[in-house]
């Protein structure tokens, strides 16, 4: 029973343009948000959060949406840049388990000149 | 740098031969995780340690076991692997339970299984 999906294996987008990641989550008690970056021969890095409280988080050119009513998150990297090419998980939390983050099975975005 | 180290990157082993996988941490940070992820999978949380207390996920399977003698390192014992236990483990850290959500993570280990 899979609580967080991310429906998109993979996606390829070209340079300067913006990436748009999906996920999805069951389960109602969720209340933190987080995207994770993997790259290859590497440990998933920390990358941006969202609490429940709010509907957008932005740092620098990583923005992150909440669609709480929707049960739906996304990522929108704006521009692409052929560095951001990894696997990105989607990961959440739930209330009173802020130690327990479930993961998303990822997408891997290329990011091609 | 303060980081989360991995021994060894990988390790093969026999079906029924126990099996160790390593962790140190530099971060000096209270809580410390175990992950499986088989391929294509998302990361699955086994067991994690806030400081000596254990926590295990209801759904570990028993063969899996863990140690943390000191802050700094934390082991994975799998002591009798099967063929389905051939994933990439992940370590990570967290400074504690309120910032459980950012977590540090290893390289991993990537076990093979013969």
């Known amino acids: 029973d899979q609580q967080v999906k991310q429906n998109s294996p993979s996606l390829s987008v070209q340079e300067g343009r913006i990436s748009i990641l999906n996920c999805d989550y069951t389960n109602s008690m969720f209340d933190y948000f987080l995207w994770y970056k993997k790259y290859p021969a590497e440990g998933p890095t920390f990358l941006i959060s969202i609490s429940s409280i709010k509907d957008k988080n932005e740092d620098g050119r990583f923005t992150v949406f909440l669609n709480k009513s929707a049960k739906h998150l996304s990522l929108h990297i704006v521009p692409s840049q052929p560095g951001d090419s990894a696997v990105y998980f989607c990961a959440a939390s739930a209330v009173g388990n802020t130690d327990k983050l479930i993961f998303g099975t990822g997408t891997r975005l290329q990011v091609f000149p | 740098d303060a980081m989360v180290i991995q021994n060894p990157r990988y390790q093969v082993t026999q079906f029924g031969k126990p099996v160790t996988l390593s962790c140190s941490q530099t971060l000096n940070h209270n809580v410390m995780y175990w992950y499986q992820q088989k391929s294509s999978q998302a990361p699955k949380l086994l067991f994690h340690y806030y400081d000596k207390d254990f926590n295990n996920e209801a759904d570990t399977p028993d063969n899996f076991q863990s140690r943390r003698p000191n802050t700094s390192f934390c082991f994975l014992d799998i002591r009798s692997p099967g063929l389905g236990d051939a994933a990439m483990y992940l370590c990570?850290?967290?400074?504690?339970?309120?910032?459980?959500?950012?977590?540090?993570f290893g390289p991993g280990t990537r076990l093979t299984v013969t």
């Open positions: 990570a850290t967290s400074r504690d339970r309120a910032r459980g959500h950012e977590q540090y």
